[in-house]
């Protein structure tokens, strides 16, 4: 009997015109941004007590109604009685936070960088910025380990954005990347905060690009 060709995936036509696919290998890492909920008093591990000041003043100021949140809270404190209104304001805090979050995994290494504070409804149709932020991870994680090996994201314009500037990273979909997306805080071996990853490695990620996008 004749020995049957392996049959081959198929690729969308324009993923495999942009050469964005990278088939799946072993050695590879897999990136992906996503979110976590956290304790309000964790947020200060990761942000600058300015950054979180801004972002509850905006939380606070979200409240078309300020009754809901004080019902929420089960606090009697009457609307007209503004001096308690206000004290309350000042001393509110939610239990718990969503923080948007860059991963990227390979081996046993699994590296986290806590990007911001979010408001998940409010920025579904940016994501891919966050997901750059993962892919730049990859990156880094890739050029503390020394190797030449794909930096993988299931974001295709993410992978679109940072293709040509940085070398050897590819789009799966999302099943490829499960490892990452499932990552949590609590389970990383490297976390960093936005300073920690500004004075580590903005300058040495610059080192890696190929070109910096902009035309001669």
Known sequence: MGKHKKK?????????????????????????????????????????????????????????????????????????????VDKFLDNYKPQQINVVVAKAVYDTHAWVRVLLISTPEDEEYYFHNHEIEAIRLGIGLRRYLNLDIPVINDSQDAVRHLQGKYPNIGWQPRHCVSLAHCLKIAQATKVYNEQAWGEEWDEVLDEELVSDGTVG
């Open 8 to 84: 081959q995936k198929n690729v969308p036509p324009w993923l495999a015109h942009e050469n964005l696919f990278i088939p799946k290998t072993v050695q590879q890492i897999t990136t992906d941004a996503g979110w976590e909920i956290i304790s309000f008093d964790d947020a200060f591990r990761f942000f600058s007590p300015q950054t979180i000041t801004d972002w509850r003043e905006s939380f606070l100021e979200g409240f078309d109604d300020i009754s809901d949140l004080i019902s929420a809270q089960s606090v009697d404190i009457g609307l007209e009685d503004e001096a308690a």
